[in-house]
DNA sequence: GGGGATTCTCAGGAAATTCACAGAAAGGCG
DNA sequence: CGCCTTTCTGTGAATTTCCTGAGAATCCCC
């Protein structure tokens, strides 16, 4: 089976993925309807952020390319044929609307994450989303990139793959795309921090994650606060998902900190 | 089975690993899929750590090669191809950071343990453990060095390599990812040196340890302690995992310890 | 522009961990 | 069997690590 040129490609999630790299243990994983890796193309002038872009997408065990400016993604896309974009609206060469629309021309279903400053036109992009695209700001967290992209991928995929926007562990509960988290059955609200920090946990359960993997991939990568940040949210989380239960966050001194099943 | 994206090597672990050097006995090997010992690039100017490293990875079964300076190290990079790389963040010629970057840019998918001062942790920089990179801060054990490779080559490699985190000596099991321990099924709290330490064993079942071995693997490499600290772990770990049962953690008087099932 | 929610710093205190010291116990040898 | 050596372990103090309350700064929504 081959995926057929401009329309749009369906995917399917593998639980035995034998793809490379470590992508979180357990966690299905998005791949192309022939088994091959998602293709996502990384387009921004700002070459660190492009590269850190990367490596983290890349150790999502997607397939990855990445552009400095408009014309070369535009040409990398007519080839290439990625199954989403990430596009920064600030290029060099051109505007990034004019890519966008080059861009939708060439690949007419494949869906486009913006990557904006915080002060733009919010109002603009929010029309350019409508389609079914997404958008984050700088500066953003890694764990927040990857949701989006993950979230744009399911939705473009086949539907059998919509399920899976869930993470599970013991009685826990959170829905990626509606943000809501339940602990036996209970709603509870968190904040986007919280719920972001408890996303990577949970996306990573019986895994001790160190202080710095916490911050590196939860907060934003222009953080320049103290590491403790990290200890104050694990201490929010605690009291609104561990209260009285069992708990599920534990502390593994010097080491970092692990989600699992209470007992 | 082959990795799909662009370069990485696939590993695969084996149990009756021919290779010459002393890797720990009866502990699967990590090797290429071509059956040759896993290739790490030391890259560091202080020469006597660079040795140290070097002489210690060496005595895992892997072939290695060290270099002073981020020239040198791309060179190796680009005609050696390594399947991971240590990295002092700081080395004279240019910035660790550039350095990742270039190395990246020619080895796009093999995991970097960087090597960084424990000071420096504060000023940190944003995504360096993004792409399920690590790091350890100076000063280090071997065993924590040791450790933190073998994950990330576990990671980077084949799916089949994955489930491999687990050391198992009779009915005691340790996890590697979780930090987990249990004797014949329950669980047991271990400080992070006592972990260390029972991890050395465990991977040196059936071989006597010196206490300076022990010093020289588990406690970092500029202690200047006494060296009754590993008599005193010694009798910690035993007093957790060795009461009641038959015990599994022997004297060897005038010689060192050993781990081996009970009876 | 006001008020509540959220993020984050700071700092005190609690708790766990590491380690030195020293006496007790055990092993080995003549 | 006695002595010397090596190992074991109780005690306690120094240190590290973590937790959390209080409050300042900021953001966001109405």
């Not at 492009?50 to 535009?74: F, H, K, N, Q, T």
């Not at 990139?145 to 399920?163: P, W, Y």
Request: proline fraction near 4%; charge should be neutral; hydrophobic fraction near 40%.
């Amino acid at each position: 089976m081959t995926v057929t040129s401009s329309s749009s490609a369906s995917f399917r999630t593998s639980a035995s993925a034998s793809s490379s790299r470590g992508a979180p243990a357990k966690q299905p994983e998005l791949l192309r309807a022939d088994g091959s890796p998602v293709r996502v193309l990384v387009v921004d002038d700002e070459s660190s952020l492009a590269d850190l872009l990367s490596l983290a997408l890349r150790y999502e065990g997607w397939d990855i390319r990445a552009e400095g400016d408009g014309a070369g993604a535009l040409r990398c896309a007519r080839s290439w044929r990625p199954d989403a974009v990430l596009l920064d609206v600030m290029l060099p060469d051109m505007n990034g609307l004019t890519v966008l629309g080059r861009l939708r021309r060439e690949l007419p279903d494949v869906p486009v994450l913006f990557l904006t400053a915080k002060d733009a036109v919010e109002d603009r992009i929010a029309g350019l989303t409508a389609g079914g695209d997404d958008y984050v700001t700088k500066p953003f967290s890694l764990e927040e990139v990857v949701a989006r992209l993950r979230g744009l991928l399911r939705r473009a995929g086949a539907a059998a793959a919509r399920s899976e926007s869930r993470l599970t562990v013991g009685d826990l509960v959170l829905d990626e795309d509606s943000h809501e988290v339940w602990r036996d059955g209970q709603e509870i609200h968190l904040t986007a921090t919280e719920f972001e920090l408890l996303r990577y946990l949970m996306r990573n359960p019986r895994r001790v994650l160190s202080k710095t993997q916490i911050l590196d991939r939860v907060w934003s990568y222009d953080f320049g606060g103290q590491a403790n940040v990290v200890e104050l949210y694990i201490s929010y989380l605690r009291r609104k998902i561990d209260v009285g239960r069992a708990p599920m966050i534990h502390t593994r001194r010097g080491a970092g900190y692990l989600i699992k099943p209470g007992e």
